[in-house]
């Protein structure tokens, strides 16, 4: 293969299976309701302009055999999804506090689609993780991701082996701290429901001949819906910076 062909097939080649498979995964750009085609693009057009950027990286890498090809085209888009994965957790956490945030307010019974894609989800999580994902692009988080993808050419080498368990235990430790973080930002639904059920437990058992339940339902559910005013922009606050310094932290360490 002629020295040209490398330039001009190959290293864009080895770049796109890093930045397409980040891309695969990615909040946002991962959406079922975003074309096919239209991710496709910016995948090639955010490879192509990345590219001149660590050409140096990746061009004597496929200086080498050709038989070395495959098991890099493989490493390189493992490193990708390993990458977009891990910025993936943190939605997938918000995700699923959201849906105890609903279900603790009363609303866990209205099901409907999630926002990116068609598993069952609630309204009222809707109004959590939909703005997430619009704070992704509003807060540059997709420009940040671009740059981490550029840095992560000089922890993740072009060509060597991709380390199944210390980045397994990294993924683990991650899903950990991300769950952590997003239940803790749930903890005004968690005190607000307990109290709430408590106080009409309360009742319930002073004055059993009243129907406690359907008396107490349309309270939980305005003051859900109270406490979720109050608290979201704070909510989204905090886990959009949290974001974003786990993206430069993963840039720079890798």
């Given at each position: 293969?002629?020295?040209?062909t490398q330039?001009?097939?190959?290293?864009?080649?080895i770049?796109?299976?890093?930045?397409?498979?980040c891309?695969m995964?990615?909040?946002?750009?991962?959406?079922d309701?975003?074309?096919?085609?239209?991710?496709?693009?910016?995948?090639?057009?955010v490879?192509l302009?990345?590219m001149?950027?660590?050409?140096?990286?990746?061009?004597?890498?496929?200086?080498?055999?050709?038989?070395?090809?495959l098991?890099?085209?493989?490493?390189?888009?493992?490193?990708?999804?390993?990458?977009?994965?891990?910025?993936?957790i943190?939605?997938?956490?918000?995700?699923?506090?959201?849906?105890?945030m609903?279900?603790?307010?009363?609303?866990?019974s209205?099901?409907?689609h999630?926002?990116?894609?068609?598993?069952p989800?609630?309204?009222?999580?809707?109004?959590?993780?939909?703005?997430?994902a619009?704070?992704?692009?509003?807060?540059n988080?997709?420009?940040?991701?671009?740059?981490?993808?550029?840095?992560?050419?000089e922890?993740?080498?072009?060509?060597?082996q991709f380390?199944?368990?210390?980045?397994l235990s990294m993924?683990?430790?991650?899903?950990?701290?991300?769950?952590?973080?997003?239940?803790?930002?749930?903890?005004?639904?968690?005190?607000?429901?307990?109290?709430?059920?408590l106080?009409?437990?309360?009742?319930?058992k002073?004055?059993?001949?009243?129907?406690?339940?359907?008396?107490?339902?349309p309270?939980v559910?305005?003051?859900?819906?109270?406490?979720?005013?109050q608290?979201d922009?704070?909510?989204?606050?905090?886990?959009?910076?949290?974001?974003?310094?786990?993206?430069?932290?993963?840039?720079?360490?890798?």
């Amino acid at each position: 293969m002629s020295e040209l062909t490398q330039q001009t097939i190959l290293v864009p080649l080895i770049v796109f299976c890093r930045v397409g498979a980040c891309f695969m995964v990615l909040p946002g750009f991962s959406s079922d309701r975003i074309p096919v085609q239209l991710r496709l693009f910016v995948a090639i057009a955010v490879a192509l302009a990345i590219m001149p950027l660590v050409y140096d990286d990746v061009r004597p890498v496929i200086a080498g055999p050709a038989d070395e090809l495959l098991s890099i085209i493989i490493t390189e888009s493992l490193a990708g999804l390993f990458l977009g994965f891990i910025v993936r957790i943190f939605y997938l956490a918000l995700e699923f506090a959201a849906i105890g945030m609903a279900n603790l307010a009363g609303y866990g019974s209205a099901f409907s689609h999630a926002i990116e894609g068609n598993d069952p989800s609630t309204p009222y999580s809707a109004f959590v993780t939909m703005p997430a994902a619009v704070l992704f692009f509003i807060a540059n988080l997709h420009v940040a991701i671009i740059r981490m993808l550029q840095n992560s050419y000089e922890t993740l080498k072009v060509g060597s082996q991709f380390a199944t368990p210390p980045n397994l235990s990294m993924i683990v430790s991650t899903f950990g701290s991300a769950f952590k973080l997003t239940l803790q930002l749930s903890a005004a639904l968690v005190v607000y429901s307990v109290m709430v059920n408590l106080a009409f437990g309360f009742l319930n058992k002073m004055i059993p001949q009243i129907p406690s339940y359907f008396v107490s339902t349309p309270f939980v559910v305005l003051g859900g819906l109270f406490i979720l005013l109050q608290v979201d922009s704070g909510i989204l606050s905090i886990f959009s910076s949290l974001v974003t310094q786990a993206i430069t932290t993963l840039g720079q360490h890798g």
